[in-house]
């Protein structure tokens, strides 16, 4: 089965439009600095490294320092899937962040967000 297109994407190309998102809705990316932080287990220097490699996201996931255990508490509906049902992990992985940062601009505070 042939790869999804989302997986060579460069994952610098995308987190602008994070950034964007959540800015329209008047948070800060900080933010979502901060989520991607949480669900990845990225700090600012290691987040920033694979945004000047441009690292696709099968790249950004796989080199994560560790997925938090309680991403599997992250559910809904994203894009018309609901993520708690997806069966590819790396794709559950990219549609969890993108739920976390649409709860972000939906307006959810930020600790409900990060199942804390």
Known sequence: MPKHKIYSMAFAKVYPLYIQKAERKNRIKEEVDQI??????YDKEGLQKQLDQENDFETFFSQAPAIN????????????????EVEDP????????DKLIDELAKGKALEKILRQ
């Open 36 to 41: 991607i932080f949480w669900l990845t287990g």
């Open 69 to 84: 255990p309680n991403a599997s508490l992250i559910k809904g509906v994203v894009c018309g899937v609901r993520v708690e």
């Open 90 to 97: 790396l794709m559950q992985k990219i549609r969890y962040l």
